[in-house]
């Protein structure tokens, strides 16, 4: 008898049903009452080895209809030392580069927004919320605010076809960057948005830039867990 814990076994069950192609990509695979009964475990055991799964971008849950077997994807990968247009990561992987505009308006600074930007409160600001897709898969979500004293025509870019990144590099170069990254659970409203389960870990992002001493930008990005991952490489010279 095997000595691995219960959830592994049944992990290694599906995984050997996947690879031999019993169950292939997009097919449903046995329910967690199946998946019970056939091993006579606990229903939260079956629960745990498939959530292992869906987080490790093997299967993907549907509300109401089931659980499927995903192809396998490669992470998107940004450098966590620099800025890059997403659409230019995405593209360079081969892959396809899209988008959708959530919302691009003018709003009012509350204190969180006012100490972000280093504004007053109740000054007005440019706000955008865009999600970025790698062939249509959701990679990130971005909530950006904006001063409108360094980029005036933030609000009329078509962000459809120019990310807000690119649009920044040329209004306002770019002359230092602040990053924190922290692994984050996020609402139902946002996981909806970026696919991903109930229990995915999600890697937040959270990035001001200054053009000269000005600080022109406050953003938040949100990336799938199982999708996405952030690196930086650090040249040491010897002294």
């Not at 001493?213 to 999708?227: E, M």
Request: net charge neutral.
């Amino acid at each position: 008898m095997s000595q691995l814990p219960l959830y592994q076994q049944i992990k290694r069950y599906i995984l050997s049903q996947i690879d031999s192609g019993t169950w292939t990509i997009g097919q449903r695979i046995s329910t967690e009452f199946e998946l019970t009964e056939q091993f006579n475990v606990s229903r939260m055991t079956v629960n745990k080895a498939i959530r292992d799964l869906v987080s490790e971008g093997r299967l993907q849950r549907t509300p109401r209809l089931g659980t499927f077997v995903c192809q396998v994807l490669d992470k998107a990968e940004s450098p966590l030392i620099d800025i890059r247009n997403i659409a230019v990561e995405v593209t360079e992987r081969g892959k396809i580069y899209s988008n959708k505009v959530l919302a691009q308006s003018q709003i009012t600074a509350d204190e969180t927004t006012a100490t972000k930007l280093g504004i007053m409160r109740g000054n007005p600001v440019f706000f955008s919320e865009i999600i970025h897709y790698a062939d249509d898969m959701p990679i990130q979500l971005e909530l950006r605010w904006v001063n409108p004293e360094y980029a005036a025509d933030y609000l009329k870019q078509d962000f459809s076809q120019q990310t807000p990144t690119q649009y920044l590099f040329d209004a306002c170069p770019l002359s230092a960057i602040e990053h924190s990254v922290e692994a984050v659970t996020i609402d139902a409203e946002k996981r909806k948005l970026l696919k991903v389960t109930d229990n995915e870990p999600c890697l937040l992002l959270n990035r001001r830039t200054w053009s000269g001493n000005n600080l022109v930008s406050s953003a938040l990005l949100y990336h799938p867990g199982s999708r996405y991952k952030l690196s930086s490489t650090i040249n040491l010279r010897s002294r």
